[in-house]
């Protein structure tokens, strides 16, 4: 009998054991004790902060409006007031435009009206509004060899400097400028092909510079130039005032249906902000202290409402 009571004294300890050792299991695992240090150093995964991206713009752009400096000027206003980092893609206008159509930006500030329009019943866009306008210019070397001075009809222009194979440098780009162009070539019935012509594919600055370099001719924005000669280009205007050289601005919200990475609400907030009477103001007064009058002219609807002629 006392055989048995040991014996079944023992079996209870075995098992007082194992209950034991079964409660005391989930205070010795792994990731609640310090005997593991790899896995108590290990930070937990954090997702990507969302609250930042909510708080930041991308705005696709003509290089125009960031070479002018009006993007400098105008900008910091909408951050201050809607507490939004602009990021600014400056590119040519085509560039732009292909952007907007991968959904690789919010909101277009662009310079191709027939681009634009396409862009919108393609149903890229949701909202277009009129902004400001300028004008092109064709410049060149004060000696003006194709001798273009004075001349107002810019078909008739671009003719000569063809004829006299007198170097031209274009865009070569597909932005707003380029196409422009290209449209008054066309209306010259010219073809501009040959050693005399070099397609840059660079932006208005740098088209700029090299015409400055090479004495060339090239056709620019108005308030590109302008900026430019305070940094001591020697190039002039020489052909101006065709209608054909009208330059209008447009802005547009991308289509959210492209992703959720679309910050269609903030893009018709910057869009609000744009084509409203202080910051149509505020462009109206660009350029005025350097050049005496502004290198864009306000052309929203609200301004125009404001400013009937």
């Not at 310079?111 to 396409?118: F, I, L, S, T």
């Not at 679309?262 to 744009?274: E, M, V």
Request: proline share 7%; charged share 20%.
């Amino acid at each position: 009998m006392s055989r048995q009571v040991a014996i079944l004294l023992t079996l209870m300890m075995l098992l007082a054991s194992a209950l034991f050792g079964c409660v005391a299991l989930p205070a010795l695992a792994p990731e609640q004790t310090a005997a593991s240090p790899t896995t108590a150093a290990k930070p937990m995964p954090v997702p990507p902060a969302q609250a930042p991206a909510a708080g930041e713009l991308i705005l696709a752009t003509t290089t125009s409006t960031q070479d002018s400096g009006l993007l400098d000027v105008i900008l910091p206003d909408f951050e201050k007031e809607f507490g939004v980092k602009v990021n600014v893609i400056a590119v040519g206008t085509g560039q732009a435009i292909k952007l907007g159509e991968d959904g690789n930006a919010d909101v277009l500030l662009v310079h191709a009206r027939a681009k634009e329009d396409a862009f919108m019943v393609a149903g890229h866009g949701t909202r277009r509004e009129d902004v400001m306008y300028n004008d092109f210019v064709i410049i060149g070397p004060q000696s003006d060899p194709a001798g273009i001075k004075g001349m107002t009809d810019a078909p008739a222009a671009l003719k000569k400097i063809a004829d006299a194979r007198a170097p031209f440098i274009s865009r070569g780009d597909d932005s707003g400028t380029h196409t422009k162009e290209k449209s008054i070539w066309q209306a010259a019935g010219v073809e501009p092909v040959g050693d005399w012509y070099i397609s840059a594919g660079q932006g208005m600055g740098a088209v700029l510079t090299m015409a400055n370099e090479q004495l060339a001719y090239t056709l620019s924005d108005r308030a590109t130039y302008l900026a430019r000669t305070l940094e001591g280009i020697d190039l002039v205007i020489l052909t101006e005032g065709d209608p054909l050289l009208f330059n209008p601005y447009g802005v547009i919200a991308v289509n959210p249906a492209k992703g959720p990475q679309i910050k269609a609400d903030l893009a018709n907030t910057f869009i609000d902000w744009l084509i409203s009477l202080p910051t149509q103001e505020k462009i109206a007064q660009f350029g005025v202290d350097n050049f005496g009058a502004p290198l864009f002219t306000p052309d929203s609807a609200l301004w125009r409402a404001a400013h009937p002629q």
